[in-house]
């Protein structure tokens, strides 16, 4: 059995005249929040063999902000994950190695939330996270995974979604 993490980045500020959406930063709302869900990652136990991030700035900052593991993670930043399609998504995970236990994937929408979807559609019986994941899949939001199969065999049936995660809100 495999851990699969879906995240999407922190809420990023809006991009200037001269600035490309990959190089946008993240809002201080949105670091303040992603500062948050290192809180939750870390009560939960979210500790991640490999963390595979988009080459955005806006992700790259997101993991600085979660960041909080005694045992540093394996972290690729890859080109590939900047606004990949669930397809894509879908092949770079089935390219992992067996023995990476739990893997974190930093990325955008409209990829993420159609991902977790596709993997999420195989339950027997929808849950409270399901209706949270069928709205919306906002900004420094996780949604957990449990993966009954190889990962190069990952699919709906075979997956089940455990929990999805918010930041707290500000105190």
Request: hydrophobic fraction near 45%; charged fraction near 25%.
């Amino acid at each position: 059995m495999h851990q699969l993490i879906l995240m999407r980045h922190a809420k990023a500020e809006r991009a200037r005249d001269d600035e490309s959406d990959h190089a946008r930063a993240l809002s201080p709302s949105g670091r303040a929040a992603a500062i948050r869900m290192r809180t939750s990652l870390k009560a939960l136990g979210i500790e991640p063999d490999v963390v595979l991030i988009s080459s955005a700035r806006r992700t790259r900052e997101t993991l600085d902000c979660i960041a909080f593991w005694d045992d540093q993670p394996n972290i690729d930043v890859l080109d590939a994950l900047y606004m990949a399609p669930a397809s894509r998504l879908l092949e770079i995970l089935a390219a992992l190695r067996e023995t990476v236990r739990s893997v974190m994937v930093i990325g955008h929408n409209p990829g993420l939330h159609d991902l977790a979807l596709q993997l999420a559609a195989g339950a027997a019986q929808p849950g409270p996270a399901h209706l949270l994941l069928d709205r919306s899949f906002p900004t420094a939001r996780m949604a957990e995974f449990l993966v009954l199969t190889p990962w190069r065999e990952l699919c709906a049936p075979r997956s089940r979604l455990q929990r999805i995660v918010d930041p707290p809100p500000e105190a």
